[in-house]
Nanobody, 122 residues
Framework: QVRLVESGGRLVQAGGSLRLSCAAS????????MGWFRQAPGKEREFVAA????????YYADSVKGRFTISRDNAKNTADLQMNSLKPEDTAVYSC???????????????WGQGTQVTVSS
């Protein structure tokens, strides 16, 4: 059974930093593209970042480019999201997701975690 568990979300002041982590089990982690998504209250879920199987390719939403960094450790089965220069509009539930193929890296993910709340105060 595939399981993705996020951690690291909390309340932080604007301009601060957070590091989210996604721990995966029940799958051959190195064979999966990993993504991070977020959903703010009353809004649709949106793509944040994705990373290829070996970490050689990364993709970001324009809204987080230059501030967020996605990484992975295939030895530990984890995918992290380092978030710097946080803004109140980054407030959302952040979820990690996994898929096999890199095409359409912003959609069609097969497995999802439950999410972790990030709140950025102004």
């Amino acid at each position: 059974q595939v399981r993705l568990v996020e951690s690291g979300g909390r309340l932080v002041q604007a301009g601060g930093s957070l590091r989210l982590s996604c721990a995966a089990s029940g799958l051959t982690f190195r064979s999966y593209v990993m993504g991070w998504f977020r959903q703010a209250p009353g809004k649709e879920r949106e793509f944040v970042a994705a990373i290829s199987w070996n970490g050689g390719r990364t993709y970001y939403a324009d809204s987080v480019k230059g501030r967020f960094t996605i990484s992975r450790d295939n030895a530990k089965n984890t995918a992290d999201l380092q978030m710097n220069s946080l803004k109140p509009e980054d407030t959302a539930v952040y979820s990690c997701a996994a898929k096999i193929d890199l095409a359409s890296y912003a959609s069609n993910y097969a497995y999802w975690g439950q999410g972790t709340q990030v709140t950025v105060s102004s």
